[in-house]
Protein backbone atom coordinates (compact mmCIF):
# COMPACT_ATOMS: atom_id res chain seq x y z
CA UNK A 1 0.00 0.00 0.00
CA UNK A 2 1.43 3.55 -0.88
CA UNK A 3 0.93 6.68 0.72
CA UNK A 4 -2.20 7.18 -0.96
CA UNK A 5 -3.84 3.90 -1.09
CA UNK A 6 -3.81 2.23 -3.80
CA UNK A 7 -3.47 5.26 -6.01
CA UNK A 8 -0.65 5.18 -9.04
CA UNK A 9 2.12 7.98 -8.42
CA UNK A 10 0.64 9.97 -11.19
CA UNK A 11 -3.04 9.65 -10.69
CA UNK A 12 -3.36 13.44 -10.36
CA UNK A 13 -7.58 12.95 -10.18
CA UNK A 14 -6.38 11.93 -6.48
CA UNK A 15 -6.18 15.06 -4.06
CA UNK A 16 -3.86 13.00 -1.87
CA UNK A 17 -1.28 12.61 -4.91
CA UNK A 18 -1.57 16.22 -5.67
CA UNK A 19 -0.49 16.37 -2.30
CA UNK A 20 2.12 14.27 -2.32
CA UNK A 21 3.86 16.11 -5.29
CA UNK A 22 3.23 19.52 -3.71
CA UNK A 23 4.96 18.67 -0.70
CA UNK A 24 7.90 16.09 -2.33
CA UNK A 25 9.22 17.94 -4.91
CA UNK A 26 10.15 21.11 -2.60
CA UNK A 27 11.16 18.96 0.06
CA UNK A 28 13.56 17.42 -2.00
CA UNK A 29 14.94 20.11 -3.97
CA UNK A 30 15.69 21.82 -0.80
CA UNK A 31 17.50 18.78 1.24
CA UNK A 32 19.53 18.53 -3.02
CA UNK A 33 20.71 22.30 -1.84
CA UNK A 34 21.45 21.27 1.76
CA UNK A 35 23.78 18.24 0.93
CA UNK A 36 25.28 19.59 -2.44
CA UNK A 37 27.30 22.92 -0.02
CA UNK A 38 28.09 20.19 2.60
CA UNK A 39 32.27 20.34 2.18
CA UNK A 40 32.64 16.52 1.13
CA UNK A 41 36.50 15.54 1.86
CA UNK A 42 38.38 14.92 -0.84
CA UNK A 43 38.21 15.74 -4.22
CA UNK A 44 34.87 15.79 -5.66
CA UNK A 45 32.89 13.79 -8.24
CA UNK A 46 33.49 15.12 -11.99
CA UNK A 47 29.82 14.78 -12.46
CA UNK A 48 29.46 17.76 -9.89
CA UNK A 49 31.74 19.88 -11.95
CA UNK A 50 29.85 19.01 -15.79
CA UNK A 51 26.54 19.89 -14.00
CA UNK A 52 27.88 22.64 -12.40
CA UNK A 53 29.93 24.14 -15.34
CA UNK A 54 27.18 25.43 -17.22
CA UNK A 55 25.89 27.95 -14.84
CA UNK A 56 29.38 29.22 -13.64
CA UNK A 57 30.67 32.61 -14.95
CA UNK A 58 33.42 33.02 -17.56
CA UNK A 59 33.69 36.34 -17.12
CA UNK A 60 32.60 38.19 -14.57
CA UNK A 61 31.20 41.83 -15.36
CA UNK A 62 33.53 43.68 -12.48
CA UNK A 63 36.11 42.01 -14.25
CA UNK A 64 35.05 43.13 -17.63
CA UNK A 65 35.04 46.70 -15.80
CA UNK A 66 38.45 45.89 -14.55
CA UNK A 67 39.89 44.76 -18.26
CA UNK A 68 38.52 47.76 -19.41
CA UNK A 69 39.71 50.22 -17.44
CA UNK A 70 43.10 48.27 -17.91
CA UNK A 71 42.96 48.98 -21.82
CA UNK A 72 41.56 52.39 -21.25
CA UNK A 73 45.13 53.30 -19.45
CA UNK A 74 47.06 51.65 -22.21
CA UNK A 75 48.38 49.09 -19.58
CA UNK A 76 48.99 45.15 -20.51
CA UNK A 77 47.59 42.64 -18.54
CA UNK A 78 49.53 39.58 -17.93
CA UNK A 79 48.20 36.36 -17.12
CA UNK A 80 48.59 36.11 -13.49
CA UNK A 81 47.42 39.37 -12.63
CA UNK A 82 44.24 39.87 -10.46
CA UNK A 83 42.48 42.28 -13.03
CA UNK A 84 39.46 42.61 -10.30
CA UNK A 85 41.17 44.82 -8.04
CA UNK A 86 41.99 47.17 -10.99
CA UNK A 87 40.33 50.35 -9.51
CA UNK A 88 37.14 48.96 -9.65
CA UNK A 89 34.86 49.74 -6.73
CA UNK A 90 31.53 48.05 -6.69
CA UNK A 91 28.77 49.15 -4.29
CA UNK A 92 28.28 46.62 -1.82
CA UNK A 93 24.31 47.36 -0.78
CA UNK A 94 21.03 44.84 -0.47
CA UNK A 95 17.86 46.82 -0.84
CA UNK A 96 16.35 46.18 2.58
CA UNK A 97 12.77 45.71 1.61
CA UNK A 98 13.75 42.89 -0.84
CA UNK A 99 15.02 40.89 2.52
CA UNK A 100 11.90 41.87 3.92
CA UNK A 101 9.72 40.57 1.63
CA UNK A 102 11.56 37.50 1.47
CA UNK A 103 11.77 37.19 5.10
CA UNK A 104 7.67 38.09 5.33
CA UNK A 105 6.27 36.29 3.44
CA UNK A 106 8.24 32.97 3.75
CA UNK A 107 7.35 33.00 7.36
CA UNK A 108 3.66 33.53 6.60
CA UNK A 109 3.83 30.66 4.67
CA UNK A 110 5.81 28.65 6.99
CA UNK A 111 3.75 29.38 10.31
CA UNK A 112 0.49 28.59 7.58
CA UNK A 113 1.39 25.11 6.51
CA UNK A 114 2.54 24.27 10.26
CA UNK A 115 -1.12 25.26 11.35
CA UNK A 116 -2.41 23.39 8.37
CA UNK A 117 -0.46 20.32 9.69
CA UNK A 118 -1.63 20.71 13.26
CA UNK A 119 -5.11 21.10 12.45
CA UNK A 120 -4.51 18.13 10.15
CA UNK A 121 -3.11 16.03 12.97
CA UNK A 122 -6.08 17.62 15.51
CA UNK A 123 -9.20 16.35 13.17
CA UNK A 124 -7.74 12.82 12.00
CA UNK A 125 -5.45 11.85 13.87
CA UNK A 126 -4.99 8.71 11.73
CA UNK A 127 -4.23 10.24 8.82
CA UNK A 128 -0.29 10.54 9.38
CA UNK A 129 0.39 11.42 5.70
CA UNK A 130 -1.98 13.95 5.07
CA UNK A 131 -0.21 15.59 8.36
CA UNK A 132 3.21 15.39 7.34
CA UNK A 133 2.34 16.63 3.77
CA UNK A 134 1.95 20.52 4.97
CA UNK A 135 5.41 20.15 7.55
CA UNK A 136 7.89 18.65 4.65
CA UNK A 137 5.79 22.07 2.52
CA UNK A 138 6.76 24.20 5.77
CA UNK A 139 10.32 23.08 5.92
CA UNK A 140 11.00 23.98 2.17
CA UNK A 141 9.76 27.58 3.38
CA UNK A 142 11.53 27.75 6.62
CA UNK A 143 14.87 27.47 3.94
CA UNK A 144 13.06 30.08 1.95
CA UNK A 145 12.85 32.18 5.13
CA UNK A 146 16.20 32.06 6.51
CA UNK A 147 18.16 32.00 3.77
CA UNK A 148 17.63 35.65 2.32
CA UNK A 149 18.25 36.68 6.22
CA UNK A 150 21.25 35.51 6.92
CA UNK A 151 22.61 35.40 2.80
CA UNK A 152 21.54 38.54 1.26
CA UNK A 153 21.87 39.01 -2.49
CA UNK A 154 21.83 42.09 -4.28
CA UNK A 155 21.54 39.64 -7.27
CA UNK A 156 18.93 37.25 -8.12
CA UNK A 157 19.06 34.30 -5.71
CA UNK A 158 18.77 31.06 -8.47
CA UNK A 159 18.09 28.74 -5.45
CA UNK A 160 15.31 30.96 -4.50
CA UNK A 161 13.75 31.52 -7.78
CA UNK A 162 13.99 27.50 -8.06
CA UNK A 163 12.01 27.42 -5.04
CA UNK A 164 9.37 29.16 -5.73
CA UNK A 165 8.92 28.04 -9.41
CA UNK A 166 8.62 24.50 -7.99
CA UNK A 167 5.92 25.92 -4.83
CA UNK A 168 4.26 27.33 -7.96
CA UNK A 169 3.86 24.32 -10.14
CA UNK A 170 2.52 22.80 -6.43
CA UNK A 171 0.21 25.45 -5.84
CA UNK A 172 -1.37 25.50 -9.51
CA UNK A 173 -1.79 21.79 -8.86
CA UNK A 174 -3.63 21.54 -6.11
CA UNK A 175 -6.02 24.71 -7.20
CA UNK A 176 -6.37 23.67 -10.55
CA UNK A 177 -7.34 20.14 -9.09
CA UNK A 178 -9.62 21.36 -7.12
CA UNK A 179 -11.39 23.27 -9.69
CA UNK A 180 -11.36 20.63 -12.25
CA UNK A 181 -12.90 18.06 -9.50
CA UNK A 182 -15.60 20.93 -8.72
CA UNK A 183 -16.30 21.62 -12.80
CA UNK A 184 -15.98 18.01 -14.43
CA UNK A 185 -16.76 15.25 -11.70
CA UNK A 186 -18.65 17.33 -10.05
CA UNK A 187 -17.18 17.09 -6.52
CA UNK A 188 -18.24 19.75 -4.03
CA UNK A 189 -15.69 22.88 -3.39
CA UNK A 190 -13.87 22.46 -0.05
CA UNK A 191 -14.73 25.13 2.95
CA UNK A 192 -13.86 28.87 1.69
CA UNK A 193 -11.37 29.02 4.01
CA UNK A 194 -9.13 25.94 2.28
CA UNK A 195 -9.65 27.65 -1.04
CA UNK A 196 -8.95 31.20 0.04
CA UNK A 197 -5.60 29.88 1.41
CA UNK A 198 -4.86 28.31 -1.63
CA UNK A 199 -5.49 31.45 -3.30
CA UNK A 200 -3.55 33.19 -1.37
CA UNK A 201 -0.66 30.97 -1.71
CA UNK A 202 -0.51 31.72 -5.25
CA UNK A 203 -0.79 35.05 -4.51
CA UNK A 204 2.32 35.23 -2.40
CA UNK A 205 4.47 33.00 -5.19
CA UNK A 206 3.71 34.95 -7.48
CA UNK A 207 4.85 38.46 -5.30
CA UNK A 208 8.42 36.48 -4.87
CA UNK A 209 8.84 35.30 -8.27
CA UNK A 210 7.97 39.09 -9.42
CA UNK A 211 10.82 40.75 -6.54
CA UNK A 212 13.10 38.22 -7.58
CA UNK A 213 13.26 38.45 -11.66
CA UNK A 214 13.39 42.26 -11.08
CA UNK A 215 16.74 42.20 -9.70
CA UNK A 216 19.79 42.93 -11.55
CA UNK A 217 21.82 40.30 -12.49
CA UNK A 218 25.15 42.17 -11.81
CA UNK A 219 25.66 44.80 -10.45
CA UNK A 220 27.83 47.83 -12.31
CA UNK A 221 31.11 49.66 -10.68
CA UNK A 222 30.57 53.36 -9.12
CA UNK A 223 32.22 54.28 -12.25
CA UNK A 224 29.45 53.79 -14.15
CA UNK A 225 26.79 56.32 -14.48
CA UNK A 226 23.45 54.64 -14.19
CA UNK A 227 21.55 57.12 -16.92
CA UNK A 228 23.90 55.96 -18.83
CA UNK A 229 22.56 52.39 -19.21
CA UNK A 230 21.00 51.46 -22.21
CA UNK A 231 17.30 50.05 -22.37
CA UNK A 232 15.74 47.24 -24.35
CA UNK A 233 12.13 47.48 -24.55
CA UNK A 234 8.77 45.97 -26.42
CA UNK A 235 6.81 47.79 -29.03
CA UNK A 236 4.64 46.66 -31.86
CA UNK A 237 5.49 43.05 -31.29
CA UNK A 238 9.18 43.77 -32.44
CA UNK A 239 12.02 44.28 -30.20
CA UNK A 240 13.02 47.87 -29.99
CA UNK A 241 16.28 49.19 -28.94
CA UNK A 242 16.90 52.51 -27.43
CA UNK A 243 20.75 52.49 -27.03
CA UNK A 244 24.31 53.75 -27.37
CA UNK A 245 26.98 51.99 -29.63
CA UNK A 246 29.94 51.11 -27.59
CA UNK A 247 32.80 48.31 -27.21
CA UNK A 248 32.31 46.23 -23.42
CA UNK A 249 28.86 47.43 -22.39
CA UNK A 250 25.99 46.80 -20.27
CA UNK A 251 22.79 45.67 -21.66
CA UNK A 252 19.80 47.43 -19.64
CA UNK A 253 18.33 47.25 -16.70
CA UNK A 254 19.74 43.65 -15.87
CA UNK A 255 23.76 45.63 -16.13
CA UNK A 256 24.29 42.43 -18.15
CA UNK A 257 27.05 42.05 -20.47
CA UNK A 258 25.23 40.72 -24.14
CA UNK A 259 26.44 40.41 -27.45
CA UNK A 260 23.51 39.87 -30.19
CA UNK A 261 25.19 38.99 -33.91
CA UNK A 262 27.18 41.63 -34.48
CA UNK A 263 25.62 44.19 -31.99
CA UNK A 264 26.87 44.84 -28.79
CA UNK A 265 24.22 47.10 -26.14
CA UNK A 266 25.28 48.60 -23.35
CA UNK A 267 26.91 51.31 -22.04
CA UNK A 268 28.64 54.27 -24.75
CA UNK A 269 30.99 56.43 -24.56
CA UNK A 270 29.04 58.71 -26.75
CA UNK A 271 26.44 60.97 -26.14
CA UNK A 272 24.44 60.30 -29.15
CA UNK A 273 21.63 57.78 -28.29
CA UNK A 274 18.82 56.39 -30.74
CA UNK A 275 15.63 54.34 -31.08
CA UNK A 276 15.20 51.55 -34.31
CA UNK A 277 13.95 48.50 -34.76
CA UNK A 278 16.69 45.34 -34.09
CA UNK A 279 18.58 43.98 -36.53
CA UNK A 280 22.02 43.57 -38.08
CA UNK A 281 24.45 46.24 -38.25
CA UNK A 282 25.75 46.59 -42.21
Known sequence: MGLCGESGAFEFSNACIRGSWSALLPAAFVFTLCLFSLPFPGPKPKIFSTIKAPFETYLPLHEAEALDVIAAAGDKVTGDEDVSAAGVEVPDLVPLWRTLVFGFLGLSETLCWLGDASFRFINDPTDVWGGLRPILVAISWLYATIRPIIWPTATPPYDL?????????????????????????????????????????????????????TMPLAIPSKRVKKEDIVSLFLFGGSLMIKFHIGSIRFSGRLYNTVGMDNLQLGLSPRPTCESFSFGKLP
Not at 161 to 182: K, N, P, T
Not at 203 to 212: C, G, S, T
Open 161 to 213: FSIYVVHLIGGILQFGGILFDHNVVGVPLPPTVVVMGLVANLVVIVVLLAAVV
